[in-house]
């Protein structure tokens, strides 16, 4: 069966860092796209950043944009969200997804057929 697994989440100082990871198994890696999302108990899950199944396209949410980097590694079945300069408004649980649906469509969470079980970050101020 599809299992996507996170950790590296944890507690850390606001302006710290923390990369996540999710590593995948029971599905053909390289033709999925990849996904970070986050979720409070006070808002919907929110798309954060993608990677293309390809690895040569990413895309980010403006909050996160020249802070955190998402990347994959076909060979580990993993991909990674390094988050830099980390604030307090970054704490959420993390969820990684797969989907197969069309580039436009990357932020979309109906299109993620797969989901990890969620990690927890918190950014103390």
């Known amino acids: 069966q599809v299992q996507l697994v996170e950790s590296g989440g944890g507690l850390v100082q606001a302006g710290g860092s923390l990369r996540l990871s999710c590593a995948v198994s029971?599905?053909?890696?390289?033709?999925?796209?990849m996904a970070w999302f986050r979720q409070t108990p006070e808002k919907e899950r929110e798309f954060v950043a993608a990677?293309?199944?390809?690895?040569?396209?990413?895309d980010y949410t403006d909050s996160v944009k020249g802070r955190f980097t998402i990347s994959r590694d076909i060979a580990k079945n993993t991909v990674y969200l390094q988050m830099n300069s980390l604030r307090p408004e970054d704490t959420s649980v993390y969820y990684c997804a797969a989907g197969a649906g069309a580039w436009y469509r990357i932020r979309l969470k109906i299109d993620y057929y797969h989901w990890g079980q969620g990690t927890q970050v918190t950014v103390s101020s």
């Open positions: 990677v293309a199944w390809s690895g040569s396209t990413t």
């Open positions: 029971g599905l053909t890696f390289s033709r999925y796209n």
